[in-house]
């Protein structure tokens, strides 16, 4: 009788090597049927499915092949940890977009189309008085406030949006640094989402 069983995930008939196995992120069924070695030089025919998944017959003509063994292969955890890597990765990128735009939506629409020149227009001032910022005296006329204090608001406002674009950005980065020096299935799983890094960071700042 011939004895089938994995060793990890070599499959072995009688104790010698058939064939390597796949490395899968779930767990599968082997099942192994004797064939022509015409037909596979082996002598062996193996269908490797994920749980669920459809399986696949020899073939060879009818009758030639006879059925010898269902087995159970294992989820790999370094294919486990990739595929999970994977899905963290994206899923990180997704969170900070999320972030963003949850960021920019604290700015009416229309401010955000003129923030590249009041933000400009601020700087002039900032490096000369008599700089014309045509912009920001229609904006602190109407406000009602001086200018040179109009100018150190939006200068403030847009160091504060860098500050937590950049917390967001770098939140994302480090995920991707954890992610990718992640060794196990564990491990990748232990690596904290972007919304909890940018909160950690946030509190300690």
Same mark, same amino acid.
């Not at 060793?7 to 992120?25: I, M």
């Not at 990739?82 to 990128?93: F, G």
């Not at 003129?114 to 008599?130: G, I």
């Not at 005296?137 to 860098?162: D, T």
């Given at each position: 009788m011939t004895a089938?069983?994995?060793?990890?995930?070599?499959?072995?008939?009688?104790?010698?090597?058939v064939q390597e196995l796949p490395k899968l992120a779930k767990d599968a069924i082997v099942r192994v049927w004797a064939v022509p070695t015409d037909y596979s030089a082996s002598g062996y025919f193996v269908d490797v499915q994920p749980i669920g998944g459809v399986q696949s =017959?020899?073939?060879? *003509? %009818?009758?030639? $092949?006879?059925?010898?063994?269902t087995l159970?292969?294992?989820?790999?955890?370094?294919?486990?940890a990739e595929s999970a890597r994977v899905e963290r990765l994206?899923?990180?990128?997704?969170?900070?977009?999320?972030?963003?735009?949850?960021?920019?939506?604290a700015y009416p629409e229309r401010e955000v189309y003129?923030?590249?020149?009041? =933000?400009?227009?601020? *700087? %002039?001032?900032? $490096?000369?008085p008599a700089a014309v910022t045509p912009l920001l005296a229609a904006l602190?006329?109407?406000?009602?406030?001086?200018?040179?204090?109009?100018?150190?608001?939006?200068?403030?406002?847009?160091?504060l949006y860098k500050i937590a674009s950049g917390q967001i950005l770098g939140a994302r980065q480090w995920v991707e640094q954890e992610?990718?020096?992640?060794?196990?299935?564990?491990?990748?799983?232990?690596?904290?989402?972007v919304a909890e890094r940018f909160a950690a960071v946030q509190a300690e700042a």
């Amino acid at each position: 009788m011939t004895a089938i069983t994995i060793n990890n995930h070599v499959l072995l008939a009688n104790g010698e090597q058939v064939q390597e196995l796949p490395k899968l992120a779930k767990d599968a069924i082997v099942r192994v049927w004797a064939v022509p070695t015409d037909y596979s030089a082996s002598g062996y025919f193996v269908d490797v499915q994920p749980i669920g998944g459809v399986q696949s =017959l020899p073939a060879c *003509e %009818a009758g030639a $092949a006879a059925f010898l063994a269902t087995l159970e292969l294992p989820a790999d955890d370094s294919a486990m940890a990739e595929s999970a890597r994977v899905e963290r990765l994206n899923q990180a990128n997704a969170d900070a977009d999320q972030l963003l735009s949850k960021l920019d939506e604290a700015y009416p629409e229309r401010e955000v189309y003129t923030w590249d020149q009041q =933000l400009s227009e601020a *700087e %002039a001032l900032q $490096a000369d008085p008599a700089a014309v910022t045509p912009l920001l005296a229609a904006l602190a006329e109407y406000r009602g406030i001086e200018i040179e204090i109009l100018a150190l608001k939006v200068l403030e406002k847009s160091m504060l949006y860098k500050i937590a674009s950049g917390q967001i950005l770098g939140a994302r980065q480090w995920v991707e640094q954890e992610l990718e020096a992640a060794q196990t299935h564990e491990e990748v799983l232990q690596v904290p989402h972007v919304a909890e890094r940018f909160a950690a960071v946030q509190a300690e700042a």
